[in-house]
């Protein structure tokens, strides 16, 4: 299953709202996942099951989406969420990830 | 904390092997399947292979199938990734990821936490 994110590199400024795109080659229901990650950092969950907010995560982060199209959504961006993020299909073997999208300050 | 901390990277020549270790620890290490990701420098993440929690089912990404094992010894909580015949392209930090669920018949699941890393170069 192959995912498409779009776009691949979005600039934007603090207090912005922005919107990642996530298509899947073929139908995954939720079993999708956006994860988030810094420079030099490991990769951190955000998203899972398409719409659920990992514990921990601002609530400015949310997820919706079903099948083949998929939207993360940063309500308000602090200067902590630039970062280069990540989908992620957990429907079936093997696993596969979005190509990225990379999220630059403005 | 649920922590995981991989060891075993390193540089490699081409057709050279490495066994990737990751250490688990403060979770029941034998309820969970855990999973290898990679990046190659400045690239995105590639998942690379699962392993349920008995040990018993293993699924690998076509680009490794063949070549790699996963592996787990649940009486040290440890999971293995032994790499054989390695290539220019292996080169990449390799994480473990510990795959939690939820859900009853259908399971929904996620990769929480993510080790640091290890890093693996393969060059002559």
């Known amino acids: 299953i192959q995912l498409t994110q779009s776009p691949s590199f979005l600039s934007a400024s603090v207090g912005d709202r922005v919107t990642i795109t996530c298509r899947a080659s073929q139908g995954i229901s939720s079993y999708l996942a956006w994860i988030q990650q810094k420079p030099g950092n490991a990769p951190k969950l955000l998203i899972y099951a398409a719409s659920t907010l990992q514990s921990g995560v601002p609530s400015r982060f949310s997820g919706s989406g079903s099948g083949t199209e998929f939207t993360l959504t940063i309500s308000s961006l602090q200067p902590e969420d630039f970062a280069t993020y990540y989908c992620q299909q957990l429907n079936s073997y093997p696993y596969s990830f979005g190509q990225g999208t990379k999220l630059e300050l403005k | 904390e649920v922590q995981l901390v991989e060891s075993g990277g390193g540089l490699v020549q081409p057709g050279g092997s490495l066994r990737l270790s990751c250490a688990a620890s403060?979770?029941?290490?034998?309820?969970?399947?855990m999973s290898w990701v990679r990046q190659a420098p400045g690239k995105g993440l590639e998942w690379v292979s699962a392993?349920?929690?008995?040990?018993?089912?293993?699924y690998y990404a076509d680009s490794v199938k063949g070549r790699f094992t996963i592996s787990r010894d649940n009486s040290k909580n440890t999971l293995y990734l032994q790499m054989n015949s390695l290539r220019a392209e292996d080169t990449a930090l390799y994480y473990c990821?510990?795959?939690?669920?939820?859900?009853?018949?259908?399971?929904?699941?996620?990769?929480?936490?993510w080790g640091q890393g290890t890093l693996v170069t393969v060059s002559s």
């Open positions: 990821a510990k795959a939690n669920y939820y859900g009853s018949g259908d399971y929904y699941y996620w990769f929480d936490p």
């Open positions: 403060e979770f029941t290490f034998n309820t969970y399947a």
């Open positions: 392993i349920s929690g008995s040990g018993g089912n293993t």
